[in-house]
T-cell receptor, first 116, second 115 residues
Framework: DAKTTQPTSMDCAEGRAANLPCNHS???????VYWYRQIHSQGPQYIIH???NNETNEMASLIITEDRKSSTLILPHATLRDTAVYYC?????????????????FGQGTILTVHP | KAGVTQTPRYLIKTRGQQVTLSCSPI?????VSWYQQTPGQGLQFLFE???????NKGNFPGRFSGRQFSNSRSEMNVSTLELGDSALYLC??????????????FGAGSRLTVL
């Protein structure tokens, strides 16, 4: 699985958009980009994933560059409850016949602090 | 839909003892994986079970073991506990979607303190 690079920490004002970058320059064609977050003392929470196209769900948007070497997670209107460690993970998809679903390699992530 | 349930949530053991942690996955999820989280090493993959078979294992000593039952529930065991085993142990279950991507749902964790 490709290695990712994220800033150690970021700040964001409440109500503003939080844009969290992730570099994955060695990503290969069959690898997805996943984002998870972990609020203090809780288990990680899935946010979003994508392969090539930009994705949006109720939590966030994921923008993947055309060359797929980097991506940005966007929280459109950050709240204090979004303060957490955000992990960007790149992982190969497992199609029919694949047997390993559960292994993710977590880096140190980005500590996002949302200020009032 | 109930989430991933881990028990116990907190426990304290002494060096040399053993511990068993339990994980009940989301109904219908057949893959269960375990992770250890410590301040120094972060989140590290322990092992994964699918259909009662260990499919993948992380770089941990043999004192760490696990199993999965026919109902997909899983247990992990740590024998001869060491101080360094103090950590948050997280269980996650997953279901592969049609595209081949898989999303993990984590439990709240079992926090183990070894004295």
């Amino acid at each position: 699985d490709a290695k990712t690079t994220q800033p150690t920490s970021m700040d964001c004002a409440e109500g503003r958009a939080a844009n969290l970058p992730c570099n994955h320059s060695t990503i290969s064609g069959n690898e997805y980009v996943y984002w998870y977050r972990q609020i203090h003392s809780q288990g990680p929470q899935y946010i979003i994933h994508g392969l090539k196209n930009n994705e949006t769900n109720e939590m966030a948007s994921l923008i993947i560059t055309e060359d797929r070497k980097s991506s940005t997670l966007i929280l459109p209107h950050a709240t204090l409850r979004d303060t957490a460690v955000y992990y960007c993970i790149v992982r190969v998809a497992h199609n029919a016949g694949g047997t390993s679903y559960g292994k993710l390699t977590f880096g140190q992530g980005t500590i996002l602090t949302v200020h009032p | 839909k109930a989430g991933v349930t881990q028990t116990p949530r907190y426990l304290i053991k002494t060096r040399g003892q053993q511990v068993t942690l339990s994980c009940s996955p989301i109904s219908g999820h057949r893959s269960v994986s375990w992770y250890q989280q410590t301040p120094g090493q972060g989140l590290q993959f322990l092992f994964e079970y699918f259909s009662e078979t260990q499919r993948n294992k992380g770089n941990f000593p043999g004192r760490f073991s696990g199993r999965q039952f026919s109902n997909s529930r899983s247990e992990m065991n740590v024998s001869t506990l060491e101080l360094g085993d103090s950590a948050l142990y997280l269980c996650a279950s997953s279901l592969k979607d049609a595209s081949g991507a898989n999303v993990l749902t984590f439990g709240a964790g079992s926090r183990l303190t070894v004295l």
